[in-house]
Structures are given as structure tokens and as C-alpha cells.
């Protein structure tokens, strides 16, 4: 594989090159706002991204309002079959990509829903919900969240982790507290991911991660996700060449084959400010939550410009575009 062929090209050129995959990406978790906003999802396509992992649901939200809200964006997805396809399996991303369509999932960042249900696991997978996240910043029956005092994995969470490996769901440790962590890792049997989170080493900040936890993920045979949200980056704005930056310290700790990107973007700033100031509890003052600068989807590809630069090969390149995020689905997904 060439550099070039890393390139976003016309629609129908798709399939030439690399897979390009955002792991998170957030649209409102207001029913209206969200049908509103549905259409930034055509911008994704069109900036060449082929698999997008869209948020539908986190911490404290009732569960019957996450199911509200993917049923709003499956129905719209369906609806747009031209361009979307609602993927349930590593075919589905496959063909998507032969099509010249966009491959969407859903993910949801907090396992709260399995405290009003186990079963519930089950029904969300069938719906296109690849990855879940154990607790969004505070503690919840699972286990402990990474802006609260982490008391570990609870032993309703250890049933959850189970569960999650049994359907072939991706379990998520980003947000979630570093002993939580841990725990889960120790007592899953699959591949996990921190599916956004960056580098603690190269930004100290609470919702970025230590060495350890890169490393034990690697162990599992799992992925980082790095971001290019400003706060989590660094001091200064979010720009390509700083997420390299942070490509390459990971690379460097546990290797090439660990290593993705999700955007965390919200095409919405002011709903999503909106949303964080009406939730003192979850995003405490003195983290930079009041000035999110993040970098769009768009923009991988100057990233992968900014790889290429700092000597990554184009077959490297592609496994940080989307090559990693493939393997844990083809290991993960049922
Ligand atoms: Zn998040």
C-alpha cells in the first residue's frame, strides 16, 4: 500500500484504500436535537470516513431513552440506505466499504443499563451497539468512574464483563477508574479498548490513562483510541500533528498494532457545553470541560500526513486509520 491510497477519493473510489474508522462520535442525546443534527452524519461520509461509531446513550441517562434514541437514528440510517448501512457484523463493515457506504454503530458510554437489567446487553448488540463503557466519570453499580474514588469492579460488573465477551460486545475502560480497569482486564476474556482515551505521560489530566493501563490493554490484544480533544492533547490547540504526537508515544510504549483514532467530536459545541455545565457532578471544574476544542473526523487524514512525516509506513498508517479497530472486531463480534 502507497501513501495516496490513504487519501479520501470520490465515493465509488472507496474501496481502494485504507479502512477509515472514527470510534466515537457524538451527536446529541436529545431525541429532537438529535433528528436535527442526523445530517452531519452525510459530512462523515463525504470526508472519506468509512466505519463511524456514533454515541447513543451515557452515565446517568434512562436506558428506555437510550433504545429511544437508536431507534430515531436506525430508522433515519434506513432510510438513507443510499449512503448508510447499519453494520451488526465485520461483513456488514466489509460490504459497506465495497458500496462506497458509510458503516455505522452505535456505542454507549456507561453500563448503567445492566443495572435494571442483564438481559438487556443482548437486546442493545442486536440493535448495533459494538462498544459500551463500564462508568462515564462517577462510580455507578458497575464500577468506579475516573473523576470519582474508584472502589473497583463490583460483582454485578464482573457479571456485566461476562455477559458483554458472551454476545460479543467490545468492553470500553475509557472514562471508567484506573482499578475498575484493571479488574476488568483480569477477569475478561476478550480484547478491550479504551476507546477514547490519550496518554497520561503526555498530558496529566484524569480521563487520560497511565502506561500501565496501555500496556495491559495491549496484553488483551485490545486498542487505544487517541482523540484530538484540546484538553486531553495538551496546553495550546488541537491540531493533526499533536495527535501524531500522541500516536507515536503509544506506538512507541506497546506497538503499531494497538494504536486507533476517535474523533469525539460533536458537530454541536454549544449542545454539547450545554450538556457538560448542566452536569457539574460529572465534569468538575479545573478540567478544562468549559473550552473543548476537538478535532473533526476530517481531519485523520492530516494525521495520517503527520505519521508519514515522523517515518510510519503506509501499512502502519493504515492499521492507525482503521486496520486495529478491524482486528478486535473480527476477534470481539459475534
Ligand atoms: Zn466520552
Known amino acids: 500500500m502507497t501513501t495516496s491510497q490513504l487519501r479520501p477519493r470520490a465515493v465509488g473510489e472507496r474501496r481502494h484504500r485504507a479502512l477509515v474508522w472514527d470510534n466515537h462520535f457524538c451527536l446529541p442525546m436529545k431525541l429532537?436535537?438529535?433528528?436535527?443534527?442526523?445530517?452531519?452524519?452525510?459530512?462523515?461520509?463525504?470526508?472519506?470516513?468509512?466505519?463511524?461509531?456514533?454515541?447513543?446513550?451515557?452515565?446517568?441517562?434512562?436506558?428506555?431513552?437510550?433504545?429511544?434514541?437508536?431507534?430515531?437514528?436506525?430508522?433515519?440510517?434506513?432510510?438513507?440506505?443510499?449512503?448508510?448501512?447499519?453494520?451488526?457484523?465485520?461483513?456488514?463493515?466489509?460490504?459497506?466499504?465495497?458500496?462506497?457506504?458509510?458503516?455505522?454503530?452505535?456505542?454507549?458510554?456507561?453500563?448503567?443499563?445492566?443495572?435494571?437489567?442483564?438481559?438487556?446487553?443482548?437486546?442493545?448488540?442486536?440493535?448495533?451497539?459494538?462498544?459500551?463503557?463500564?462508568?462515564?466519570?462517577?462510580?455507578?453499580?458497575?464500577?468506579?468512574?475516573?473523576?470519582?474514588?474508584?472502589?473497583?469492579?463490583?460483582?454485578?460488573?464482573?457479571?456485566?464483563?461476562?455477559?458483554?465477551?458472551?454476545?460479543?460486545?467490545?468492553?470500553?475502560?475509557?472514562?471508567?477508574?484506573?482499578?475498575?480497569?484493571?479488574?476488568?482486564?483480569?477477569?475478561?476474556?476478550?480484547?478491550?479498548?479504551?476507546?477514547?482515551?490519550?496518554?497520561?505521560?503526555?498530558?496529566?489530566?484524569?480521563?487520560?490513562?497511565p502506561d500501565l493501563l496501555i500496556r495491559e490493554c495491549a496484553k488483551t490484544g485490545g486498542v487505544i483510541g487517541l482523540t484530538g480533544v484540546n484538553i486531553f492533547l495538551g496546553e495550546g490547540p488541537a491540531t493533526p500533528q499533536r495527535l501524531a504526537e500522541h500516536v507515536d508515544y503509544v506506538a512507541d510504549l506497546v506497538g503499531i498494532d494497538h494504536v486507533g483514532l476517535s474523533s469525539d467530536y460533536a458537530p454541536s459545541n454549544s449542545a454539547l457545553n450545554a450538556e457538560l455545565n448542566s452536569m457539574q457532578s460529572y465534569f468538575p471544574d479545573g478540567h478544562g470541560y468549559d473550552r473543548l476544542d476537538i478535532l473533526p473526523p476530517s481531519r485523520f487524514f492530516e494525521v495520517a500526513d503527520a505519521l508519514a512525516d515522523r517515518g510510519y509506513s503506509a501499512d502502519d498508517i493504515s492499521k492507525v486509520l482503521g486496520g486495529n479497530f478491524l482486528r478486535v472486531a473480527e476477534t470481539v463480534w459475534r
Open 32 to 209: 429532537d436535537d438529535n433528528l436535527l443534527e442526523l445530517e452531519h452524519l452525510h459530512r462523515v461520509h463525504e470526508a472519506g470516513i468509512d466505519v463511524v461509531s456514533i454515541n447513543a446513550g451515557f452515565g446517568p441517562m434512562e436506558w428506555t431513552e437510550q433504545i429511544r434514541l437508536i431507534a430515531q437514528m436506525r430508522r433515519y440510517l434506513l432510510r438513507n440506505a443510499e449512503t448508510f448501512l447499519v453494520a451488526l457484523s465485520v461483513e456488514d463493515l466489509k460490504a459497506a466499504k465495497r458500496h462506497g457506504k458509510l458503516a455505522v454503530v452505535f456505542d454507549i458510554e456507561s453500563a448503567q443499563i445492566a443495572e435494571s437489567q442483564l438481559d438487556l446487553i443482548q437486546l442493545i448488540y442486536d440493535l448495533g451497539v459494538r462498544w459500551m463503557l463500564i462508568a462515564y466519570n462517577r462510580n455507578n453499580d458497575i464500577g468506579g468512574g475516573c473523576h470519582d474514588r474508584d472502589t473497583g469492579l463490583t460483582d454485578l460488573g464482573r457479571r456485566v464483563v461476562e455477559e458483554m465477551n458472551r454476545v460479543g460486545m467490545v468492553v470500553c475502560c475509557s472514562h471508567t477508574g484506573y482499578r475498575t480497569a484493571l479488574e476488568v482486564m483480569e477477569h475478561g476474556s476478550q480484547p478491550i479498548v479504551f476507546s477514547h482515551s490519550n496518554p497520561r505521560s503526555l498530558h496529566d489530566h484524569p480521563r487520560n490513562i
